[in-house]
């Protein structure tokens, strides 16, 4: 029977022949699985904080990641996992379901829902023809870059807002908060120790780090037990709640458009990144890349469906490719290994439901060292934009400094773009910029002056 199976799977996944074996496979969709599994615990905490019910998110992010990565192995043959993107959610829930006094658009969670599973619906129909990567080719790279590293700042800022670190203060923008504060030394204990764990290459670093910080709150009274295991929580708060009537606007029309130009770099960046490591990469071009592509965009419209922000390519695929990952089998495990920890919603309700200071702040202590550590890495893109010219540096740093400043990524891509169109104009280098560029620039210049 067993070898029946291996031999099942050898002509399944092509073992052989991409030099690697089933128990190969399976360690690196497990060491996939625990380098990416923080998002169980921090997607729950992020959409919730724009009115959706924590569960319901939680078992909308398994089922969907699981979905979404066994149709990449064993469509796309790849082994790269996919889950809900780190900034996506941040823009769905601090952006678009923000209120207006806030600077967010001020749309309910179930309109935002319908922006993900629209934009994933036009992925999946311009997939077929090419159309992302030539999109994606318009985009400036000193672009590119900053608006990765703009998200990044932002995530790291509300991390620092969810540790108690940074708060607001009359007058200024913000201020440091009581360091000497349980929940604050709680997060500052979190991000030392998750800190040393990843310098010292220990794969699943953060998740290691979340384990820990929460077990240290747990004597503290900061985190409450609750239960480890039980049946998956209901999907019924968030299963086909989406709005799609309510995008009828200019607003709902930007929605869409963000999410998709979004979703077009995490993509098509991660999917060039990790298989060039992993040597898929033939004359530059990536096999099979209309499937993988295909399977990300079906995995944004079902999470969409089922209660989650966009799903998408995980960068932290890379670490299972560094252990041998090379088929579609390790993608299989990672899927599975999503669906097993359906089980564990008490658990991650323990860890991300965060804890209320006696002044009625709510602190997420266990959640935020990831968030802030996850900004760096995010940043690391800086060091690629070309300082030394005007015309690209420029628009880099205001699209970086304004998505954080107004905790909007819409606006600081606005920014950057409006920027970058307009200094290429006035210095005679309009061909610099491709023509969607300016079409998207004067856009949004529009949409500024009606508003």
């Given at each position: 029977?067993?070898?029946?199976?291996?031999?099942?799977?050898?002509?399944?996944?092509?073992?052989?022949?991409?030099?690697?074996?089933?128990?190969?496979?399976?360690?690196?969709?497990?060491?996939?699985?625990?380098?990416?599994?923080?998002?169980?615990?921090?997607?729950?905490?992020?959409?919730?904080?724009?009115?959706?019910?924590?569960?319901?998110?939680?078992?909308?992010?398994?089922?969907?990641?699981?979905?979404?990565?066994?149709?990449?192995?064993?469509?796309?043959?790849?082994?790269?996992?996919?889950?809900?993107?780190?900034?996506?959610?941040?823009?769905?829930?601090?952006?678009?379901?923000?209120?207006?006094?806030?600077?967010?658009?001020?749309?309910?969670?179930?309109?935002?829902?319908?922006?993900?599973?629209?934009?994933?619906?036009?992925?999946?129909?311009?997939?077929?023809?090419?159309?992302?990567?030539?999109?994606?080719?318009?985009?400036?790279?000193?672009?590119k870059h900053a608006i990765a590293v703009g998200i990044g700042l932002l995530i790291a800022f509300v991390g620092l807002q969810w540790a108690g670190i940074v708060v607001a203060r009359p007058g200024i923008l913000?201020?440091?908060?009581?360091?000497?504060?349980?929940?604050?030394?709680?997060?500052?204990?979190?991000?030392?120790?998750?800190?040393?764990?990843?310098?010292?290459?220990?794969?699943?670093?953060?998740?290691?780090?979340?384990?820990?910080?929460?077990?240290?709150?747990?004597?503290?009274?900061?985190?409450?037990?609750?239960?480890?295991?039980?049946?998956?929580?209901?999907?019924?708060?968030?299963?086909?709640?989406?709005?799609?009537?309510?995008?009828?606007?200019?607003?709902?029309?930007?929605?869409?458009?963000?999410?998709?130009?979004?979703?077009?770099?995490?993509?098509?960046?991660?999917?060039?990144?990790?298989?060039?490591?992993?040597?898929?990469?033939?004359?530059?071009?990536?096999?099979?890349?209309?499937?993988?592509?295909?399977?990300?965009?079906?995995?944004?419209?079902?999470?969409a469906l089922l209660g989650t922000s966009t799903i998408t390519s995980y960068v932290e695929s890379a670490a299972g490719v560094a252990v041998g990952g090379r088929t579609g089998l390790a993608s299989v495990v990672t899927a599975g290994l999503f669906l097993l920890a359906l089980f564990f919603a008490p658990f991650a309700r323990?860890?991300?439901?965060?804890?209320?200071?006696?002044?009625?702040?709510?602190?997420?202590?266990?959640?935020?060292?990831?968030?802030?550590?996850?900004?760096?890495?995010?940043?690391?893109?800086?060091?690629?934009?070309?300082?030394?010219?005007?015309?690209?540096?420029?628009?880099?740093?205001?699209?970086?400094?304004?998505?954080?400043?107004?905790?909007?990524?819409?606006?600081?891509?606005?920014?950057?773009?409006?920027?970058?169109?307009?200094?290429?104009?006035?210095?005679?280098?309009?061909?610099?910029?491709?023509?969607?560029?300016?079409?998207?620039?004067?856009?949004?210049?529009?949409?500024?002056?009606?508003?």
């Amino acid at each position: 029977m067993m070898a029946m199976a291996q031999s099942f799977l050898e002509r399944r996944f092509q073992l052989a022949s991409n030099g690697t074996t089933v128990g190969t496979e399976a360690l690196a969709g497990l060491t996939t699985f625990l380098t990416l599994s923080y998002i169980i615990f921090v997607q729950p905490a992020v959409l919730s904080s724009a009115g959706m019910d924590f569960g319901a998110v939680m078992a909308a992010t398994c089922l969907a990641s699981a979905f979404a990565t066994l149709l990449m192995g064993l469509y796309a043959n790849y082994p790269i996992a996919l889950a809900p993107a780190m900034g996506h959610n941040f823009y769905f829930a601090f952006t678009v379901c923000g209120a207006a006094a806030a600077g967010g658009m001020g749309f309910r969670w179930e309109t935002a829902l319908g922006g993900v599973f629209v934009s994933g619906v036009i992925f999946l129909a311009l997939s077929r023809f090419g159309f992302r990567e030539r999109l994606l080719n318009a985009i400036p790279d000193s672009l590119k870059h900053a608006i990765a590293v703009g998200i990044g700042l932002l995530i790291a800022f509300v991390g620092l807002q969810w540790a108690g670190i940074v708060v607001a203060r009359p007058g200024i923008l913000v201020g440091l908060g009581r360091l000497g504060s349980p929940p604050v030394l709680l997060a500052l204990f979190g991000l030392v120790l998750t800190s040393v764990l990843l310098s010292r290459g220990i794969r699943g670093g953060i998740l290691w780090g979340i384990l820990a910080t929460a077990a240290a709150g747990l004597p503290l009274g900061l985190v409450q037990y609750s239960g480890l295991v039980s049946g998956p929580p209901s999907l019924a708060p968030t299963l086909f709640k989406l709005d799609l009537m309510g995008l009828l606007s200019g607003a709902g029309f930007l929605v869409i458009f963000i999410f998709f130009f979004l979703a077009l770099f995490d993509t098509i960046g991660t999917l060039v990144g990790v298989s060039e490591q992993a040597g898929f990469l033939k004359d530059g071009r990536l096999p099979r890349a209309e499937k993988a592509l295909m399977s990300d965009a079906a995995g944004m419209s079902a999470g969409a469906l089922l209660g989650t922000s966009t799903i998408t390519s995980y960068v932290e695929s890379a670490a299972g490719v560094a252990v041998g990952g090379r088929t579609g089998l390790a993608s299989v495990v990672t899927a599975g290994l999503f669906l097993l920890a359906l089980f564990f919603a008490p658990f991650a309700r323990m860890v991300g439901e965060g804890y209320i200071t006696p002044e009625g702040a709510h602190l997420y202590p266990v959640i935020a060292p990831a968030l802030i550590l996850i900004g760096s890495f995010m940043a690391r893109g800086i060091q690629r934009i070309p300082w030394t010219d005007p015309t690209e540096a420029i628009p880099a740093f205001l699209t970086i400094l304004v998505m954080p400043l107004t905790v909007s990524i819409t606006d600081g891509i606005a920014f950057g773009l409006i920027s970058y169109s307009m200094l290429k104009l006035v210095t005679g280098r309009a061909h610099d910029a491709h023509w969607l560029i300016h079409l998207f620039a004067g856009l949004l210049v529009l949409r500024y002056v009606v508003e």
